[in-house]
C-alpha cells in the first residue's frame, strides 16, 4: 500500500513517530476515542499504537494513515487496515475522526480511499467489525458496499462481522 494517498479533502500518510503528540490528543479524548479500552492515559501508549503500525506495514503490507485536512494540516483522524480478527490476507478496515469533525464525512471519505487503494494492492477481501450500537460506523460500512456476514458474542456483547470484495459475484 502507498503511503501517501490524497482525496478531495483529506491527505492520508502513514504514521510516522512525530505524529505522537498530535494523534495523542485524538487517542486521549474520551468524546474520540472510544474503542478498545477507551482513551489513552500516556503519550507512551500512543508511541507504543503508532510503532505497531510501522512494523504492521513493514511485515504485512497493511497501511494506517493519519487524516490530514488539506487546507488546513490538521489531523483529524485516522484509518487503515490491519490484520485484526480476520487476518493480514483480508484484513479488517477501522477509522476515527475527531469528535469535533465529525459528521462532514471525512471518516467515509478516507475509508473510501483506503478500501481502494487494498484493492489496488490485491487484497481481495476487506472486513469490518462493529457493535451494533455504533450506527455512525456501520452507515460508513454500509456506504463502502460493506454487509453483514454473521454475528459473535465476545465478552464486550455483539460484534458484527461485515466484508466487502474486490469483485461483484459471490465470495
Not at 457493535?131 to 460506523?137: E, L, T, V
Amino acid at each position: 500500500m502507498r503511503a501517501l494517498i490524497e482525496t478531495s479533502r483529506l491527505q492520508l500518510r502513514c504514521f510516522q513517530s512525530d505524529d505522537v503528540a498530535e494523534l495523542h490528543e485524538i487517542f486521549s479524548d474520551p468524546q474520540t476515542h472510544t474503542i478498545g479500552s477507551g482513551p489513552f492515559a500516556a503519550v507512551e501508549q500512543t508511541a507504543e499504537w503508532i510503532e505497531r503500525r510501522v512494523r504492521a506495514l513493514r511485515s504485512s503490507g497493511l497501511a494506517w494513515y493519519g487524516l490530514r485536512l488539506r487546507d488546513s494540516g490538521l489531523l483529524v483522524g485516522n484509518c487503515g487496515v490491519f490484520a485484526g480478527r480476520t487476518g493480514a490476507a483480508e484484513p479488517e478496515i477501522g477509522y476515527e475522526v475527531r469528535y469535533s469533525h465529525r459528521g462532514r464525512g471525512l471518516a467515509g471519505e478516507a475509508a473510501q480511499a483506503v478500501l481502494e487503494e487494498c484493492f489496488s494492492a490485491g487484497i481481495r477481501r476487506v472486513w469490518a467489525t462493529i457493535r451494533p450500537a455504533n450506527a455512525a460506523s456501520i452507515q460508513i460500512a454500509a456506504g463502502l458496499g460493506m454487509v453483514v456476514q454473521y454475528a459473535r458474542t465476545d465478552e464486550r456483547g455483539e460484534l458484527l462481522y461485515l466484508s466487502v470484495s474486490s469483485h461483484s459475484g459471490p465470495s
